[in-house]
């Protein structure tokens, strides 16, 4: 248990679907992040968020569309998703910026 | 900016021998260099880091290495066990200044 709880788990949408992902950090932390893992490829960073303001996007396409109303919760919208977009969705927290990331479990999201 | 090469991809060891996976970094400003741990299911853990003013640091049987000059870092796993079998990430960032740049990861299987 990390103190990050990520839901769902499992997500199968498709591609003209609008679905959300939720985390939300126990830790009493100031920022958090989403971050996407493809299979053989490196971590991606998508958003950062500090103190409830976003601080990063990298580059990342509008059918993704990130909230986060409060310190301990994240959301990541999703909306029009492409097949390429299936991945594990994970979320992280830290006590500063840049400092120790705690990850939640993910979210495996599956564009059919 | 920083890329991160990481190798090998996969690496089968047997119980109780050592294990050793190498990073290489590009930006030469990078100072923060974690390692995590992936087991299957979950999200990564922060198992060791270093920071660019030390050359190496050990917690018990885990040590990593760090040489600036090459820029590469190094992760020891000595005395494997079979609960050591997961994915490693090693990453690098400018600590606060930059965000975390992972590779690619390393599956470690330690037979018994």
């Known amino acids: 248990e990390t103190g990050v709880t990520q839901t769902p788990r499992h997500l199968v949408m498709g591609m003209t679907n609008k679905k959300s992902l939720k985390c939300e950090q126990h830790?009493?932390?100031?920022?958090m992040y989403w971050y996407k893992q493809s299979a053989k490829k490196p971590l991606e960073l998508m958003f950062v968020y500090n103190f409830k303001e976003q601080t990063e996007n990298n580059s990342v396409p509008s059918r993704f569309s990130p909230e986060c109303p409060n310190s301990s919760h994240l959301f990541l919208h999703l909306h029009t998703l492409q097949p390429e977009d299936s991945a594990l969705y994970l979320c992280?927290?830290?006590?500063?910026?840049?400092?120790?990331?705690?990850f939640g479990e993910g979210s495996r999201l599956t564009v059919l | 900016g920083e890329n991160v090469e990481q190798h090998p991809s996969t690496l089968s060891v047997q119980e109780g021998d050592s294990a050793v996976i190498k990073c290489t970094y590009s930006?030469?400003?990078?100072?923060?260099f974690p390692w995590y741990k992936q087991e299957l299911g979950k999200g990564p853990q922060l198992i060791i880091d270093?920071?660019?003013?030390?050359g190496e640091k050990k917690d018990q049987r885990i040590a990593v290495t760090l040489n600036k000059t090459a820029k590469h870092f190094s992760l020891h796993i000595t005395e494997t066990q079979p609960e050591d079998s997961a994915v490693y990430f090693c990453?690098?960032?400018?600590?606060?200044?930059?965000?975390?740049?992972f590779g690619k990861g390393t599956k470690l299987s330690v037979k018994p």
């Open positions: 930006d030469s400003a990078s100072n923060y």
């Open positions: 270093i920071r660019s003013n030390v």
């Open positions: 990453a690098a960032s400018r600590g606060s200044q930059g965000n975390l740049i």
């Open positions: 830790l009493g932390h100031n920022a």
């Open positions: 992280a927290s830290s006590q500063v910026v840049q400092g120790e990331l705690f």
